[in-house]
């Protein structure tokens, strides 16, 4: 029974931290079309601080403890599908370190990137969470 509740905690974990990482690239993409110290570049630096501080940052680690709890509890540290999806976590864990240094970079008006960079970069977790989900569920290995 602990294992099922690990298991709903790390799935509602999971749900936040993508809302997050796929929220915040767009923010940036919007922030990019208003001009630095704005009024609205403003706003926006105080929704992309309150998004990762509230939501995705709690959600990362929460996503991290529940998933280690069950690995431990369910012994799968052998299974080949469970390394792989390590390695896109891991992935999706670099995602995180760049949204927030791309993050400290609007919040100082230092933002270099173009519009199209963050559309792309909107992208990444997504493809991510397909590796990811795709593992968990089938199990190819």
Sequence with gaps: MLYLWLKALHVIAVIAWMAGMLYLPRLFVYHCQVAPGSEASEKFKLMERRLLRAIINPAMAATWI????????????SHGWLIAK??????????????????????????TRSERFYRFMNEVPTLLMIGIVILVIVKPF
């Design 66 to 77: 529940f998933g280690i709890a069950m690995v431990v509890l369910g012994e799968w540290w």
């Design 86 to 111: 390590l390695a896109l976590v891991i992935g999706m864990q670099a995602m995180h370190g760049m949204l927030v240094r791309w993050q400290r970079d609007f919040a100082e008006d230092r933002n």
